[in-house]
Structures are given as structure tokens and as C-alpha cells.
DNA sequence: ATAGATGCAAATATTTTGCCGCCAG
DNA sequence: CTGGCGGCAAAATATTTGCATCTAT
């Protein structure tokens, strides 16, 4: 049941952090941290709170927002400032390191981020119990590749969400 | 440069609201109102603000945020409360007549909302000048069929918004 | 030493809710 | 007539900004 299509089941963002883990393949970064790397080497200055900040970021299993990113950072530390996980946030945002995602506004308005590998996804929701999986597929870019001819374009960025019922949901 | 993509040039929402009206092929619903009809049929109250807010919504030429509803309503009718604005909105999403966008928060965080013609298509927006076109594909419904096979979801609703530069911004 | 980062408080921006009087059907 | 609808004020949610202080380099 996948073929083309990588997937990874992922729970949607709660109040209480806690991990679904399932398992294999959820992204693959580890310790040193992607993005502390990333940004060392830009020459970025690298305070205590960025780091506690991007370990959080660089281990999420699944897509936080902006609190649950300073909820994890404090069990780390505790004085990491809300302002300072927004700040950090635009920080990667600017350098490209991180994609904003709304995933459909499932929850509310708040924005989820995910530390982008190197390739795109689709993100596909449940709209009743909320599970949230990743989807890759040779069409999708197939079909960017379309759009810049067509449009014209040099796509930078590009987001996709879809909604719907799940299997299980359906029954 | 067309072929499989329609596109329509689109400005990018902004407080003063002033029409491109790139001519043909907005959408297609004119005078008595796709969304009042909609409505009627299903036996909803028609009030004076409804109605008033739905002609701004059916004659809309671009997305439209909130905000840039209620100015034009007001326009037409200055007893137009912005709470009214947010409930008509929350009205037309639950019975699917329209979809809500983000269009990448290129401006904030608001949302934009576009009365939804039987047709999905993707929202591509250049990230300088912020004109944002509507793009369809054959290739597009392609791959909605494959995540519908591959994760066994039944997909109700869409959203896919590309970001990049175009010609002119390249130059 | 110093440019840039953080903390804190307050401001913004966007959307939602409670309550009560009003109007479309 | 009456139940849903709209107005108003206030709350809720999410994010940003000004300014003084601190710190990584």
C-alpha cells in the first residue's frame, strides 16, 4: 500500500507533548542537530537558548507549533522565552531552514514548522481524528516542474494539504 | 503558454481594494449570485447583510480576506458588522461552498476565501511582486487520485500554494 | 568591546463568544 | 409569532514590537 508514496503517521499537535514514535523513518536527524550546523555555518551566533531551541526542532517527531516548541524547550531549560522561540522561528524561516505549515487549520490558526529535508511532501490530514501523514510522490514533482513551465515561475517554496476521512474513520 | 494550466493574474489583497479585472475568465457567476442561490436551496435565512455580503463574495475578482469583505460590503451598505463578516464565512465553509486560503501568508495571517467552482486549482504566487494566478492540471487530479489509493483516505477538500519568483521579478 | 540576542511588557492582528434585542419567513 | 440572526463589547488566540539589558564572539 505505498509504492511511490512514503508515509509517516504523525499526531496532531496537543498541549501534552508526547510521543507517537512510530518508529522508522520519520525524518533523519540526530544528535549534532541539522540545523545548529546549518546556521554555524552561516555564521549565525549561536546563544544557549537558539540551541536548546533548535535541538527541540531538529529531534520533533512530529510537526510542533510555537508552543509546543517552547513547551519542549523549557523541560530543557527553563528560561527560554516565548519571544525567543518566534524570533528563532523568523530566524530559520529567513534562512530557509524551516517550512511553515497550517495543516489546514485543523486546531486553530497557530502554524506548525517542520525542519525540511530535501524533498517536498504532501501533507495529508484526516479531518475527523486528526492524524497527519506525509506523502511523497514522483507526480507531485512532476507536476511543480509543470507549473514553473507553464507559469513561468522559479518555485521557491511550495505547500500542499489535503483533508478527508481515513480508512478507519470512514467505517 | 497555457495548455493544460488556466490562469488568471490576480492581485495580491491589499486595504485599499481596487479592481485588475484581468477581464475574461474570472470565474463565472454574475448577477443573481451563485452563493445566494446556494443558499436558498438549502432553506437558509437570506437576510439583508447575507445577501449583501454573498453579491461581494460572488462578484469578487480576487481573494478576498475578512477585512476586504467587509470594506466592500460597507460600501454597499455600511449596516455591516465585521462579527457578521466572520459568521457568514464560518457559514459558507460548513456547507462547502467556498474555500478558505492562506496564500502563504505572504501578508500576515489572515485568511482569504474564494467561492469554489467545481474545479480544484493551485495558487501560485510570486514572492516579490505578490500576484498570485490559478493554475489547473490534469496532473493535478492525477495525483489526488494516487494519495487517495495509496493512503486510503477519501480526500474532501485541497489546498496547494506554490511560491517563487516570475519572469519579470527574475529580471 | 560591541553587535546582536534576550526578557519583559505592551501592542497588534485576527477571529470567536456571550448576551440581548430584532427581523425573515 | 418565533427561532435564528445581527450588533456590540469583550475575550481569546497568535504573533510582533520597543526598549533596556545581557552575552557570544
Do not use: W
Amino acid at each position: 500500500m505505498d509504492g511511490l508514496g512514503n508515509s509517516a503517521s504523525i499526531d496532531m499537535p496537543t498541549a501534552s507533548a508526547h510521543r507517537v514514535s512510530s518508529g522508522e523513518r520519520i525524518h533523519a536527524h540526530e544528535r549534532p542537530g541539522r540545523l545548529q550546523a546549518a546556521l554555524q555555518k552561516r555564521g549565525v551566533r549561536l546563544t544557549r537558548q537558539r540551541r536548546i531551541l533548535l535541538e527541540v526542532m531538529d529531534n520533533a517527531e512530529r510537526h510542533l507549533d510555537a508552543d509546543a516548541i517552547l513547551e519542549r524547550a523549557r523541560k530543557l531549560d527553563s528560561r527560554v522565552h516565548r519571544v525567543t522561540v518566534y524570533r528563532t522561528i523568523d530566524l530559520l524561516k529567513r534562512n530557509g531552514l524551516i517550512d511553515e505549515l497550517d495543516l489546514l487549520h485543523l486546531r486553530g490558526g497557530q502554524h506548525f514548522y517542520e525542519s525540511h529535508g530535501p524533498r517536498d511532501h504532501i501533507h495529508v490530514a484526516c479531518l475527523k481524528c486528526g492524524k497527519v501523514r506525509e506523502f511523497e510522490s514522483r507526480l507531485y514533482e512532476k507536476l511543480k516542474k509543470q507549473i514553473e513551465q507553464d507559469c513561468g515561475i522559479e518555485i521557491t517554496m511550495t505547500r500542499t494539504e489535503v483533508g478527508g476521512y481515513c480508512e478507519k474513520c470512514r467505517k
